[in-house]
């Protein structure tokens, strides 16, 4: 089952018992506190004042306003 869907579900299960609900949010934060390039994840506060967190929150504001893809339509919608 290894290197299937199958078996990522249940290894994610098993993670997820073993260690919490929250593991896979806890080793993500982890590797971006351990990078050493600041990052999104970074508490730092850079030349702008912002810490990564307050940065990301910003820039993720303005990428969903600039996205490409137009406003979501749901299926039945028809499209003007």
């Keep these: ?3 299937t869907k199958a078996g990522g579900l ?3 299960e098993t993670n997820k018992r073993k260690h919490g ?5 806890h ?3 982890l ?11 970074s508490d730092k506060v850079g030349k702008d004042g912002l810490t990564g967190r307050d940065r990301a929150s910003i820039y993720g504001t303005i990428g969903g306003r600039n996205g490409k893809r137009g406003p979501a339509r749901r299926k039945n919608e028809t499209t003007k």
Excluded: E, L, N, V
């Design 1 to 3: 089952m290894a290197g």
């Design 31 to 41: 590797g971006g506190i351990m990078g050493t390039t600041g990052g999104f994840a």
């Design 27 to 29: 080793i993500g934060r």
């Design 10 to 12: 249940k290894a994610s």
């Design 21 to 25: 609900a929250d593991f896979y949010k």
